[in-house]
């Protein structure tokens, strides 16, 4: 090594060494106090203060309670690679962070139809009804008078808020809350660590930037949140073990809506969103490739609200970018709900299961080259594949296809086809694939029985080595079709 370079090397080792001295773990509690040290005998009470000052290296962690962080939580220290900053949860309890406030459980008036009023200090961003969003008046969902309103939908006129609920009753009693603003606002915090926390009760759960980078979400859960869950997602975000749960009221609110390019979805679950689970929007780039997302479970759907524009959108929604891995996911349509939707090309969709979707895989008519191999799908209501004329050319193979209950039906090219040989004739592919009951454990669970015909019928492929539960593949001479690989001692 050269002088210059063992220089260097000596420098660069004595400054990590500095961060790691000056790196210090603080605690925030309920019972704390904004003028104390942060230390575990004298904690800081809100989470504003915590995130102040931070260096490199810092560890905030945040003992369980609710931390009513308004208008918002605004995060901008920044980490390192090397020494990320982390807020993380003590680990004595669920830490719930939230802007919002709850409406006295009395004073609401009826004005007309399901249509009640209450006098407030200010308006609000966003409004709650037991945990779910009303549909808030936008650009997409214009509300620009009480006689504009529908049901599950609310309204503001000065600093008097009008409501109607979903089933048009009476407000009073019920557990409302409004919120002005998101829960937590991302704002240049580069290499920054949100482990173990709790966010409900916002307008977004994470408002990103478009300048942050490198943001870890780790066994989250993002809940009640009246637009999305994460808009948009910072450059290289992991996304692992959270929970998104009761998120939106509209086919524009979603799980996670705009991925910066480097994001990970990886080990979630998503359920009782109104829009897509993961929505991948924002400026194409094809020359920067598409995310990875494995692993994670979608289920339980729930239409929007607004009566003229209600639609159910798809679970996974890759429309930016280019080469996205999809793998060792399930999928719970319930018959309502398509899987996936590809706008793009060269993405490859590999051990997924598919139950009960609407569509399967569906194609858009610039998305060629994609790679559908070792896939599960059952019982899709309309296609297990769709695509129209441009959508060619694709690779299928080694999928198992399986409808319990009326034709089964594939589109692809823009031609129907009802019965699997001459899908597969037509197709020139799908050689490895059968049509078969693939014998899962139940509609809500995708593991494989013992005399699933799913067993050792999979192409060996680099990228998957282990399934849904890291279980190790192949268990026997190959590896299994779907998301999981059958071990008989589960």
């Given at each position: 090594?050269?002088?210059?370079?063992?220089?260097?090397?000596?420098?660069?080792?004595?400054?990590?060494?500095?961060?790691?001295?000056?790196?210090?773990?603080?605690?925030?509690?309920?019972?704390?106090?904004?003028?104390?040290?942060?230390?575990?005998?004298?904690?800081?009470?809100?989470?504003?203060?915590?995130?102040?000052?931070?260096?490199?290296?810092?560890?905030?962690?945040?003992?369980?309670?609710?931390?009513?962080?308004?208008?918002?939580?605004?995060?901008?220290?920044?980490?390192?690679?090397?020494?990320?900053?982390?807020?993380?949860?003590?680990?004595?309890?669920?830490?719930?962070?939230?802007?919002?406030?709850?409406?006295?459980?009395?004073?609401?008036?009826?004005?007309?139809?399901?249509?009640?009023?209450?006098?407030?200090?200010?308006?609000?961003?966003?409004?709650?009804?037991?945990?779910?969003?009303?549909?808030?008046?936008?650009?997409?969902?214009?509300?620009?008078?009480?006689?504009?309103?529908?049901?599950?939908?609310?309204?503001?006129?000065?600093?008097?808020?009008?409501?109607?609920?979903?089933?048009?009753?009476?407000?009073?009693?019920?557990?409302?809350?409004?919120?002005?603003?998101?829960?937590?606002?991302?704002?240049?915090?580069?290499?920054?660590?949100?482990?173990?926390?709790?966010?409900?009760?916002?307008?977004?759960?994470?408002?990103?930037?478009?300048?942050?980078?490198?943001?870890t979400i780790r066994h989250c859960t993002l809940r009640s949140l009246a637009s999305q869950g994460i808009q948009p997602t910072p450059a290289d975000c992991l996304v692992e073990h959270c929970l998104f749960q009761k998120i939106g009221s509209t086919k524009y609110q979603h799980g996670i809506y705009g991925s910066g390019p480097g994001l990970t979805v990886r080990h979630s679950v998503f359920e009782d969103i109104a829009g897509c689970g993961i929505h991948q929007y924002g400026k194409p780039d094809d020359d920067v490739p598409g995310g990875r997302f494995y692993g994670n479970i979608f289920r339980s759907p729930r239409a929007a609200t607004d009566p003229k524009r209600e639609r159910y959108m798809a679970d996974l929604l890759l429309w930016a970018r280019a080469g996205n891995?999809?793998?060792?996911?399930?999928?719970?349509?319930?018959?309502?709900?398509?899987?996936?939707?590809?706008?793009?090309?060269?993405?490859?969709?590999?051990?997924?299961?598919?139950?009960?979707?609407?569509?399967?895989?569906?194609?858009?008519?610039?998305?060629?080259?994609?790679?559908?191999?070792?896939?599960?799908?059952?019982?899709?209501?309309?296609?297990?594949?769709?695509?129209?004329?441009?959508?060619?050319?694709?690779?299928?193979?080694?999928?198992?296809?399986?409808?319990?209950?009326?034709?089964?039906?594939?589109?692809?090219?823009?031609?129907?086809?009802?019965?699997?040989?001459?899908?597969?004739?037509?197709?020139?592919?799908?050689?490895?694939?059968?049509?078969?009951?693939?014998?899962?454990?139940?509609?809500?669970?995708?593991?494989?029985?013992?005399?699933?015909?799913?067993?050792?019928?999979?192409?060996?492929?680099?990228?998957?080595?282990?399934?849904?539960?890291?279980?190790?593949?192949?268990?026997?001479?190959?590896?299994?079709?779907?998301?999981?690989?059958?071990?008989?001692?589960?």
């Amino acid at each position: 090594m050269h002088r210059q370079e063992l220089i260097r090397a000596a420098v660069s080792l004595i400054v990590l060494q500095a961060v790691r001295v000056l790196a210090a773990t603080y605690v925030v509690a309920p019972g704390g106090h904004d003028g104390n040290p942060g230390t575990e005998a004298q904690p800081w009470a809100t989470l504003k203060r915590a995130a102040q000052d931070r260096q490199p290296g810092d560890i905030v962690r945040i003992r369980a309670g609710v931390y009513a962080e308004r208008p918002t939580w605004k995060v901008t220290a920044k980490g390192t690679r090397e020494n990320p900053i982390t807020y993380k949860a003590y680990g004595d309890g669920e830490v719930r962070i939230t802007p919002s406030s709850v409406l006295p459980a009395a004073g609401w008036s009826r004005v007309r139809d399901g249509i009640y009023r209450i006098d407030l200090k200010k308006a609000p961003l966003s409004v709650f009804c037991n945990g779910l969003p009303l549909v808030n008046p936008s650009r997409t969902h214009p509300i620009k008078s009480v006689d504009k309103m529908y049901a599950h939908s609310f309204f503001t006129s000065g600093k008097t808020l009008y409501v109607w609920l979903a089933d048009g009753s009476d407000p009073n009693g019920a557990d409302m809350r409004t919120a002005p603003d998101h829960v937590v606002n991302l704002r240049g915090c580069d290499y920054t660590v949100f482990d173990g926390l709790t966010l409900e009760y916002g307008k977004n759960g994470f408002k990103g930037q478009a300048e942050t980078r490198h943001i870890t979400i780790r066994h989250c859960t993002l809940r009640s949140l009246a637009s999305q869950g994460i808009q948009p997602t910072p450059a290289d975000c992991l996304v692992e073990h959270c929970l998104f749960q009761k998120i939106g009221s509209t086919k524009y609110q979603h799980g996670i809506y705009g991925s910066g390019p480097g994001l990970t979805v990886r080990h979630s679950v998503f359920e009782d969103i109104a829009g897509c689970g993961i929505h991948q929007y924002g400026k194409p780039d094809d020359d920067v490739p598409g995310g990875r997302f494995y692993g994670n479970i979608f289920r339980s759907p729930r239409a929007a609200t607004d009566p003229k524009r209600e639609r159910y959108m798809a679970d996974l929604l890759l429309w930016a970018r280019a080469g996205n891995i999809v793998y060792n996911n399930v999928f719970y349509g319930e018959g309502k709900r398509p899987g996936i939707s590809l706008k793009k090309a060269d993405n490859r969709i590999f051990n997924n299961t598919f139950v009960d979707s609407a569509t399967g895989v569906s194609f858009g008519p610039k998305s060629t080259g994609n790679v559908i191999q070792n896939n599960i799908f059952v019982d899709s209501g309309q296609f297990f594949l769709d695509g129209p004329a441009g959508a060619t050319p694709q690779t299928l193979d080694h999928n198992i296809y399986f409808r319990r209950a009326g034709t089964p039906q594939w589109r692809l090219a823009g031609a129907k086809y009802a019965d699997f040989g001459a899908y597969r004739k037509a197709n020139g592919g799908e050689q490895n694939s059968l049509y078969a009951d693939p014998r899962l454990v139940g509609a809500a669970d995708a593991h494989l029985q013992p005399g699933s015909p799913a067993r050792d019928a999979a192409v060996v492929l680099a990228e998957i080595n282990a399934d849904k539960d890291g279980v190790a593949r192949p268990q026997g001479k190959a590896p299994d079709v779907g998301a999981y690989e059958f071990k008989a001692a589960r």
